[in-house]
């Protein structure tokens, strides 16, 4: 079937560390637009540091945000879909995260970002999340209403180990995802990529089959199985890899060193 909408990761997959646009995927994605194919950036970031690459591209679909807990478009604002975390739930993450002393995020739907004082990590976090993050003495006085995710920075080990004391002690109350080498996210348990492409795909009247998602790490997996044709970045994780249809095969860079296998894929099965 035609594809008629594409669903691209932005970190790692869109862009590389330069967080610049390669210019092979802005034409390609131009072009797939052109045809009338829908194109969204699916990532874990808020609105306000996607739009401007939504801007950029001119995109002509909702944005899938936070890991999918939100599905807004970035044109006028309205939001789609959300689905945050019970508020009890979220105090008892953040409680059950200060007894470990975890360097901490929490996000809410409005875009803001809050993490403590104590947090040595925090200029690390706010740089690979692309938001500012609000300092402040305690969490909890900033859980007044249900927030869409909480974030986590870990060596790539304490990740690991992270996941396991979350999975362990919340079980199906959460789900958990690592988005980056060194970074676990939680949100409600409904809450993943894939489910949020499905729901897009639902509100635009495209179906399943018509669909094409790329990505490159474990949040991108439900995505990548979802989608009628899922295609995993060259330097995937495993378990990216394992969930799509295809690893895209390994194609000349941008100046900055970033894969351009986006543009790859859209020359192949769009245009």
Not at 69 to 89: E, F, K, T
Not at 93 to 107: C, M, N, S, V
Not at 186 to 210: C, D, E
Request: proline share 5%; hydrophobic share 50%; charged share 20%.
């Amino acid at each position: 079937m035609k594809i008629q909408l594409i669903a691209l990761d932005l970190d790692g997959t869109l862009v590389g560390r330069s967080m610049a646009i390669p210019e092979r995927n802005r034409v390609a994605l131009r072009a797939a637009m052109a045809q009338g194919c829908r194109v969204t950036i699916a990532t874990g970031r808020s609105l306000v540091p996607t739009a401007r690459f939504a801007r950029e591209l001119e995109l002509n679909a909702p944005l899938i945000l936070y890991q999918g807990a939100l599905i807004q478009d970035y044109r006028d604002g309205m939001v789609i879909h959300r689905q945050a975390l019970p508020l009890s739930l979220a105090r008892e993450i953040a409680a059950f995260a200060a007894a470990r002393q975890w360097a901490t995020q929490i996000h809410a739907e409005d875009g803001t970002a809050f993490t403590t004082r104590t947090n040595p990590l925090a200029a690390r976090m706010s740089a690979i999340t692309g938001v500012s993050a609000t300092q402040v003495e305690d969490l909890m006085t900033q859980l007044d209403r249900p927030p869409l995710k909480f974030l986590f920075l870990e060596t790539p080990e304490g990740a690991c180990e992270l996941i396991r004391e979350l999975r362990e002690h919340f079980g199906e109350r959460i789900n958990v995802v690592r988005s980056h080498d060194l970074i676990v996210e939680v949100t409600a348990p409904q809450v993943s990529k894939g489910h949020a492409l499905a729901i897009l795909a639902a509100h635009l009247g495209i179906p399943r089959a018509a669909t094409l998602a790329m990505g490159d790490h474990d949040n991108d997996a439900e995505m990548l199985a979802w989608a009628g044709l899922g295609i995993a970045m060259p330097n995937a994780s495993a378990m990216a890899r394992a969930a799509a249809d295809m690893v895209a095969p390994p194609q000349s860079s941008s100046l900055d060193g970033h894969d351009e296998a986006v543009a790859w894929a859209v020359e192949r099965f769009v245009l």
